[in-house]
């Protein structure tokens, strides 16, 4: 039987792989733009590192992660934690208080597999560690609208929302919980499972019988205190000023523990029920779980896969790799060392080039060099390498030109 790849992954074969890289340099290159600097992480981490961060009661930690070696270790699911992990570590603090990273990184999930959800995807996503200040949350928002709009989305809506500390959350979910508790039997399995463990992740249901449950719930709202509130209106706010046109959602408390204050999503319709595209919040109290002092700190993440179905969407032309300008063809068998020489020669000056190396005739290798759209074709035999000269055959209009010495033909490509 055939080998194949795992359930839930996929291979970038060489095509994908070029637009997969080229989307990476266009988000690299708004990044450094907005001087944010890459940091990189091992594959794996210990596994209490997301234990701790995550939170226990998630689907994550609880369901979906790939731990190995007794349970020490784990494949990272999420970049937020050892990015946190490495900045305390490493001390990053004591090169400046505001550290501004960014990283592109797989990341491996035991979950179902489904359209633009996958057990091992790519992830982009940036933390602006060291600020509480709401200019640090509208620059991120503000940087993940310009990656999207630059990569030529513009079909998406930012919802945003603030959910508070722990103590306010603390102080709504009991009064969620009360108001729910004579309706418990009427709630959908999946939020009965959140009410002891996670009920605030109730609020984030898409249960049509859920839903309208909650139409008569308590506010979270009615639960923050002043400085909570204002720091979510000035945010709001510049915003509004900015003209980054954002949806306030009350219900958007997205689904780790360490998330504080802010939170964002950018949701598309294009991408089906699964609708999120990017999505991201505070986590200020994340440094001190993981056993250093509390750390204001902001971030986001998007997937690759999801980017790439909403591109496609959108109708957005991906780049594609540029096309061979020079394909030199073997007259013989006696010619094919020459034209390797000649070939590499003529890389060494920059140009894209390229031969036969399997040894077909020259009628097959033309219609090598015409399949892969080469601009200029020239056949090298005996007399050609005695000549120093060559015949270039514009491929486009058929027109040739005889030209003398290898200087000569680099010039003329």
Known sequence: MQIQKPKGTYDLTPAKAFQRTSLENSIRNIFDRFNYKEIRTPTFEQTKLFQRSIGEETDIVSKEMYSFNDGEFTLKPEMTAPVIRAYVENRLSNESPLQKLFYISNMFRRERPQAGRFREFSQFGAECIGSSDFTSDAEM???????LKELGLTDYIIRINTIGSPEERKRFTDSLKDFLKPRFESLSAESKRRFEKNPLRILDTKDKGDLD???DAPALSDYLNDETLQ???RLTGILDSLGVKTLKDSRLVRGFDYY?????????????AQNSLLGGGRYDLLAGQLGAKDTPAIGFAAGFERLEMALASASVDLKQAEDIVLFICSADDSARTPVLKMISEFRRAGVKCETDLIGRSVKSQMKEAD???ARYTMVIGEREIQNDS???RNMKDGSIRNVSGLANIINYL
Do not use: C, P
Not at 260 to 272: H, M, N, P, R, V
């Open 231 to 233: 720091h979510f209106s």
């Open 260 to 272: 504080t204050s802010t939170t964002f999503e950018f949701t598309s319709d294009s991408l089906g």
């Open 371 to 373: 399949r892969q759209k």
């Open 213 to 215: 449950l909650l139409k």
């Open 390 to 392: 060559a015949e270039i």
């Open 141 to 147: 928002i503000i940087l993940a609208d310009t990656i």
